[in-house]
């Protein structure tokens, strides 16, 4: 068989005809090229918020497993138009659904993880000279529910094929040449990054990043796979490689990223109840299928006890309907607040050293923006700040960190 590359394409380069046949005539080229293609499709541009509107005008809070049905569908309408534009270029191609092309899930419906790949007719189409166009973001439950793998899912389910099938790269194109050191559309200095570690881009991706859903790196770890960020407006581009340097950087700050919308729920003991209503919360946010991308509870010398929960509301698409009824549920234990953003310093070896932090909230007093919470871990530096001074302070991360720093890239606090 032919050395296998996966390709995906974002819901951006699939947003009208034209623009299939662009990412098309890609794929044609790397045919070329002597390759066994995998093609991977997110769904066209706007196309999964518009189904869950409609779903949405019927109840805020639709079931789960129903949305998974819903939502599927726009993937595979890409993987359909794209094989059948393939086809008509002369270029033999067959659409799978995610569940055909052996993606197996656990039972955990709009975040569901990947637990089992069976390629076996990607594996049969390549053997017969076609391009394989597999509907991302879905597989197939254990008990043969169809399931997604929550926003972004389609790079999870590229890199896990390219895993599967010990593909050498992974190329992800989208409407960037590659990941910034910021997102270009709010920061003009944004500059683009060669390479970076999985390690860096997993927690730019945690942090907001929309270049490449963090899920997928994890697969990438496994085999050593090689992602390639690239765009399908400027194919010719360099992008950035996404790959193994563990021992082969210093502690360093590669970017700043954003995210815009997120909830701080903050719980506290009601009548002495201790740890008994922060149960109560977790179980709650557990039957309600809410994510969270940090839950951090302590109990102070005094005894009592309080801690928080950071919700992302565009991975809770029931987000309002939920917090509607947490209000009711919790009347004294919490307090909420919808007005969040989230800003992140990213780079490895990042808490090594103080001065990265110290910084980071020497800045945001200066410029008057108050931080509301903080958090660190190995490659991370994250606040929660007011999202109307976001974009003022992405600026101002990324003028004194990148823009400033000695390298253009980096900043050493030595």
């Known amino acids: 068989m032919k050395p296998v590359m996966v390709l995906k394409f974002g819901g951006t380069s699939l947003a009208d005809r034209q623009r299939i046949l662009q990412a098309a005539a890609i794929v044609r080229r790397k045919q070329s090229q002597g390759f066994g293609l995998v093609v991977v499709v997110s769904?066209?541009?706007n196309q999964t918020d518009s189904f869950l509107g409609e779903a949405q005008s019927f109840t805020p809070n639709p079931a789960p497993r129903e949305i998974d049905m819903l939502l599927s569908s726009g993937e595979r309408i890409s993987a359909a138009l794209f094989s059948i534009a393939l086809n008509a270029m002369g270029c033999p191609a067959i659409a799978l659904s995610g569940s055909q092309a052996g993606i197996i899930t656990d039972d955990n419906h709009t975040n569901a993880r990947i637990i089992e790949i069976r390629p076996i007719r990607v594996k049969e189409a390549l053997q017969e000279g076609r391009v394989v166009v597999v509907g991302g973001f879905q597989g197939v439950s254990f008990r043969k529910d169809i399931t997604t793998l929550g926003r972004g899912g389609s790079d999870v389910t590229a890199v896990a094929l390219a895993s599967s099938l010990e593909a050498e790269v992974c190329e992800i194109y989208s409407d960037v040449d590659g990941v910034f050191t910021a997102d270009p559309n709010l920061v003009g200095a944004a500059r683009r990054l060669d390479e970076l570690s999985y390690q860096e881009m997993q927690e730019m991706g945690e942090a907001g990043a929309r270049v490449l859903h963090p899920g997928s790196v994890e697969f990438a770890k496994i085999r050593n796979t090689v992602i390639h960020a690239r765009s399908t407006f400027e194919p010719?581009?360099?992008g950035t490689f996404i790959k193994n340097l563990e021992g082969r950087i210093r502690p360093r700050v590669v970017g700043v990223a954003s995210e815009e919308k997120v909830v701080l729920v903050h719980a506290h003991e009601s009548d002495g109840e201790g740890l008994q209503s922060i149960q109560r919360l977790l179980d709650f946010c557990s039957r309600e299928g809410i994510r969270s991308k940090q839950v951090a509870f302590h109990r102070s010398p005094s005894g009592g006890v309080s801690g928080s929960l950071i919700i992302p509301e565009k991975e809770n698409y029931h987000v309002a309907s939920v917090l509607t009824d947490l209000r009711l549920q919790f009347p004294r234990e919490i307090d909420i607040s919808r007005d969040c953003g989230a800003l992140s310093?990213?780079?490895t070896g990042i808490t090594d050293r103080y001065e990265y932090l110290q910084d980071s909230l020497a800045l945001l007093s200066n410029a008057g923006i108050r931080t509301g919470a903080l958090h660190t871990s190995s490659f991370r530096i994250s606040l929660l700040i007011d999202?109307?001074?976001?974009?003022?302070a992405?600026?101002?991360f990324h003028r004194h960190f990148i823009e400033e720093s000695?390298?253009?890239?980096?900043?050493?606090?030595?």
Request: net charge positive.
């Open 345 to 347: 310093l990213i780079g």
């Open 43 to 45: 769904a066209r541009a």
């Open 236 to 238: 010719e581009g360099a």
């Open 394 to 396: 992405i600026r101002i």
């Open 406 to 414: 000695t390298n253009g890239v980096i900043r050493d606090p030595d």
């Open 387 to 392: 999202r109307r001074h976001l974009a003022e």
